[in-house]
């Protein structure tokens, strides 16, 4: 999974706690994303950073935000989840400016009761 | 935005067929379109990709075909294996180029 580790690979929280999520990369691309996969939509993106401190909304933010306080470190937080936000998150990472070669993590699975 | 339609959302084939996956966009404007192939549990896995100025790109048994004026590109797999049996899913980079839209996916079975 080209040096990413995602954590943790499972979770299961109430509605309305807070959660986070984590990706970790070793290759020291500039650019990371994180995407959420549900049946029937593929992959859809959530936010993505293309430096330390520097983030931007995807298609589907509404709900999540994001940090990056260091190149290899991505964080995606729920403030208050919800069942809607029961999916599963993957990480990716991409070297060049224009997404070009995005490579995935192993994904978290999240279950929102 | 970008929309990616991809089709078919299921496909069963006998080992050693050909498999052919489908996909339009909207945007004309995109330039970059990979495939990836997503096993059980797994992350998806980059398997080729096209860009704009290329018409067709092949590597081994898997090959991808690009066509701008009618704004769809589709993957062929010769000689299927068992193992080629995953979930594949093409995309489209966006305008700015600073995001991909994904199809639905398309559930491959190679039966032996």
């Known amino acids: 999974d080209a040096g990413i580790t995602q954590s943790p690979r499972h979770k299961v929280t109430e509605t309305g706690t807070p959660v986070t999520l984590r990706c970790h990369q070793t290759e020291n691309h500039r650019y990371m994303y994180w995407y959420r996969q549900d049946p029937g939509h593929g992959l859809r993106l959530i936010h993505y950073?293309?430096?330390?401190?520097?983030?931007d909304k995807g298609e589907v933010s509404d709900g999540y935000s994001v940090s990056r306080s260091k190149t290899e470190d991505f964080l995606l937080t729920l403030e208050s989840a919800t069942s809607s936000q029961t999916s599963v998150y993957f990480c990716?990472?991409?070297?060049?400016?224009?997404?070009?070669?995005?490579?995935f993590g192993p994904g978290t699975r999240l279950t929102v009761t | 935005g970008e929309n990616v339609e991809q089709h078919p959302s299921t496909l069963s084939v006998q080992e050693g067929d050909s498999a052919v996956i489908k996909c339009t966009y909207s945007d004309s404007a995109s330039n970059y379109f990979p495939w990836y192939k997503q096993e059980l549990g797994k992350g998806p896995q980059l398997i080729i990709d096209i860009r704009s100025n290329v018409g067709e790109k092949k590597d081994q048994r898997i090959a991808v075909t690009l066509n701008k004026t009618a704004k769809h590109f589709s993957l062929h797999i010769t000689e299927t294996q068992p193992e080629d049996s995953a979930v594949y899913f093409c995309?489209?980079?966006?305008?700015?180029?600073?995001?991909?839209?994904f199809g639905g996916g398309t559930r491959l079975m190679v039966k032996p």
């Open positions: 995309a489209a980079q966006n305008n700015a180029g600073n995001m991909l839209t």
């Open positions: 950073s293309y430096g330390v401190k520097d983030t």
């Open positions: 990716a990472i991409s070297e060049w400016q224009q997404a070009y070669e995005q490579y």
